[in-house]
T-cell receptor, first 112, second 114 residues
Framework: AQSVAQPEDQVNVAEGNPLTVKCTYS??????LFWYVQYPNRGLQFLLK??????LVKGSYGFEAEFNKSQTSFHLKKPSALVSDSALYFC??????????FGSGTRLQVQP | EAGVAQSPRYKIIEKRQSVAFWCNPI?????LYWYQQILGQGPKLLIQ????????DSQLPKDRFSAERLKGVDSTLKIQPAKLEDSAVYLC????????????FGPGTRLLVL
């Protein structure tokens, strides 16, 4: 069985500071890992994904994520947060051509 | 490139009524997914299509939910009869065929069952 965990319901950070949104996974085989962002009344927008290769993945809007196989983690990071980054972030995983298994989401609040 | 289209965006019905949602995936995407997102939770898969065939419907409540993807393009998800606990956002996504391909999501249909 696949599972994805986001241990923090909410992350608060001041604008200009670095941010981290945590994600751990339990996926059999070689996992494909994704981050999506959701703004109010909108669908999920793709940020980045890890398939294979370099453990540091760069994505949209300055976000990046590091795949750590030994810790089964895929944390989302950004060096300098913007107020406009405030949204709901979802980590998701899959194997092969299966559908995504999502975490419960983390609300990011960036204070001016 | 046009994204995934869904309609309606909002729907309010009473319990025991029926409702249908429509999804048009990105052109050329062979795989189509329907997810249910209950408030405060991550999306959960209802059904996955590959072209016009069902790949996974293990979590679809088949006594009340049905879905089809005729001609392997657009898709319809139906609920009949609706229950209060069906209140959620129904998200449609599509992806190219292939392992590790990115799924792209539509704006969703917000359903409220009274």
């Amino acid at each position: 069985a696949q599972s994805v965990a986001q241990p923090e319901d909410q992350v608060n950070v001041a604008e200009g500071n670095p941010l981290t949104v945590k994600c751990t996974y339990s996926v059999s085989g070689n996992p494909y890992l994704f981050w999506y962002v959701q703004y109010p009344n909108r669908g999920l927008q793709f940020l980045l994904k890890y398939i294979t290769g370099d453990n540091l993945v760069k994505g949209s809007y300055g976000f990046e994520a590091e795949f750590n196989k030994s810790q089964t983690s895929f944390h989302l990071k950004k060096p300098s947060a913007l107020v406009s980054d405030s949204a709901l972030y979802f980590c998701a995983g899959r194997t092969g051509r299966r559908a995504l298994t999502f975490g419960s989401g983390t609300r990011l609040q960036v204070q001016p | 490139e046009a994204g995934v289209a869904q309609s309606p965006r909002y729907k309010i019905i009473e319990k025991r009524q029926s409702v249908a949602f429509w999804c048009n995936p990105i052109s050329g995407h062979a795989t189509l997914y329907w997810y249910q997102q209950i408030l405060g939770q991550g999306p959960k898969l209802l059904i996955q299509f590959q072209n016009n065939g069902v790949v996974d419907d293990s979590q679809l409540p088949k006594d009340r939910f049905s879905a089809e993807r005729l001609k392997g393009v657009d898709s319809t998800l139906k609920i009949q009869p609706a229950k209060l606990e069906d209140s959620a956002v129904y998200l449609c996504a599509s992806s190219p065929q292939g392992a590790g391909e990115t799924q792209y999501f539509g704006p969703g249909t917000r359903l409220l069952v009274l």
